[in-house]
């Protein structure tokens, strides 16, 4: 008898490292544990090796296709020099799609189904030309979503600018969001980004279901929250599939052998890991704060180190892993910083294989802008954090992880508002590697750890949850074609 034909996924990302790996993680899964056969189309920023590296392992994985479309032609877009990431990122998708609907046209065997990121919302309109189902990946987490799809909701009623609220927003279900936690597009409502925001939003619902990277017992009440007819369900147009956590498997050789024999001889779990994401920087005066509080701290650590802006945020989104000078960058630490640490820390200039060292048994800590690709990393290694929020949607993550979830502890003020002085960051350090106080966030995350393991197994909810997005999408395929 005749084999039944595999079903085809096309899955779209948009540029940055956030949504390029869990998108490739995402393909993987549907190919190795669902019988698919996919292809991933990636709109490379090409100013990244980083972003090479990954597309390039991604090709030679041998599980996927991997098609790079061109670099779009940005002129039309008028973007200032100093447009935001996230203006530059919606820009660069809206310009992309002819493209996109090209290559996607040219494929030898058509696809079956869309699967686009959260930038990709104006491409679902292909999966309708071409009479295929579509889904939107969100590369993030329940609450992050449920703020997000009812956004057109609070613009309609909420007057004035919310982080200039005395009140949290109420989101129906969920826990509400404090206003210096509010997304960075919703931070000034007569922006650009903010409108694109409100319409992205909107966009989802053209979707048939939403991929979440997250697993059910991590956020169980928000994700009943926005199933439920009565709280965010009415929004939704589809179901919810909880398909994490999709993180990039860690491999011991990337580490270096250097790197590697340094950790090997740490003791267990007595490293803090620093880092700030693919596009965090700080000011110098934070940078000098934070190098005094780990030496202070007496902690082991590594530390990947960026060169200073002027503004703190996503200085270098489009720009990771080109790895700058390493004397040049320690000019920006107290003199003779390198030397009096240099038997306890390891400085990384711009870039580190992050999965690799989060999963070595000598990492104990992580210091991390709260990316939610970072946050899943600490969280399936069992490593307990520091939240650093700096920009997007790290302030709601920090405040998640810290509150909710409960394997983060973070300064009192946000480090985007405020210089966080040393001996605050000495006493954090501290806390999350040695002190007492942090048994309970170093306990709660070895549990999650495991849960994130058994969800993804066969059988375990996230392997479900893929498989019945399967099911569904052979019902919608086989209704269209009924239809026609
Ligand atoms: N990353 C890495 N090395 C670095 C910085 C980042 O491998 O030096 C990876 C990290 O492991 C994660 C992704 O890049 O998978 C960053 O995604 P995240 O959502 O954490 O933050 P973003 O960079 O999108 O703000």
Redesign the pocket.
């Known amino acids: 008898m005749e084999k039944p034909k595999k079903l085809r996924a096309a899955l779209l990302s948009s540029p940055?490292?956030?949504h390029l790996?869990p998108v490739i993680e995402l393909g993987k899964r549907l190919v190795a544990d669902h019988g698919f056969e996919a292809t991933v189309f990636v709109l490379p920023s090409r100013s990244s090796h980083?972003e090479a590296e990954i597309i390039e392992s991604a090709m030679t994985c041998k599980l996927l296709d991997v098609v790079e479309l061109p670099p779009p032609d940005l002129s039309a877009a008028s973007l200032g020099p100093d447009a935001a990431a996230g203006v530059r990122l919606v820009a660069m998708m809206r310009e992309a799609q002819p493209a996109f609907r090209s290559a996607l046209t040219a494929m030898e065997a058509r696809p079956d189904v869309l699967i686009v990121d959260l930038f990709g919302t104006e491409h679902l309109c292909i999966g309708d030309e071409l009479g295929i189902p579509k889904y939107v990946y969100v590369t993030s987490n329940a609450w992050f979503l449920a703020l997000f799809i009812y956004s057109p909701t609070l613009d309609k009623e909420v007057k004035g600018e919310y982080v200039d609220r005395a009140e949290p927003l109420e989101i129906p279900g969920c826990k509400p969001v404090r206003p210096e936690d509010v997304v960075e597009p919703m931070l000034d409502r007569s922006d650009q980004r903010y409108r694109e925001y409100v319409r992205q939003a909107g966009q989802i619902l053209m979707g048939d279901g939403i991929l979440l990277n997250v697993w059910e017992d991590l956020q169980a009440e928000t994700l009943a929250a926005l199933r439920d007819e009565e709280f965010l369900g009415w929004v939704l147009n589809g179901p919810v599939y909880t398909v994490g956590s999709l993180?990039?498997p860690a491999r011991p050789a990337g580490l270096g052998k250097e790197l590697l024999e340094w950790l090997d001889k740490q003791p267990s779990e007595s490293v803090l890991f620093v880092?700030f994401?693919?596009?965090?920087t700080m000011l110098a005066e934070q940078l000098v704060e934070l190098s005094w509080g780990l030496e202070l701290s007496g902690q082991r650590f590594i530390w990947?180190l960026r060169k200073p802006t002027a503004k703190s945020l996503d200085g270098s989104f489009f720009d990771?892993g080109k790895v700058g000078g390493g004397n040049e960058l320690l000019s920006f630490l107290p003199d003779g910083f390198a030397v009096r640490t240099r038997d306890v820390g390891i400085i990384l200039p711009s870039?580190?294989?992050?999965?690799d060292i989060l999963s070595h048994p000598s990492v104990g800590g992580f210091l991390s802008?709260c990316?939610?690709?970072?946050a899943l990393?600490s969280i399936v290694n069992g490593v307990p954090m520091i939240a650093w929020p700096l920009y997007?949607e790290q302030s709601l993550n920090a405040t998640l992880l810290v509150e909710e979830i409960g394997v983060a502890i973070r300064p009192k003020e946000l480090p985007s508002k405020k210089i966080v002085g040393r001996e605050e960051i000495e006493k954090l350090v501290r806390t999350v590697m040695v002190e007492k106080e942090g048994h309970t966030i170093r306990a709660r995350v070895k549990e999650l750890k495991s849960s994130a393991e058994k969800a993804l197994t066969k059988g375990g909810t996230s392997y479900e949850s893929l498989r019945k997005m399967k099911e569904d999408c052979k019902m919608r395929i086989h209704r269209i074609k009924k239809a026609h």
């Open positions: 940055g490292l956030g790996i980083a993180v990039r880092s994401g693919s596009g965090g990947v990771v870039w580190a294989t992050q999965v802008h990316g939610w690709n970072s990393e997007a």
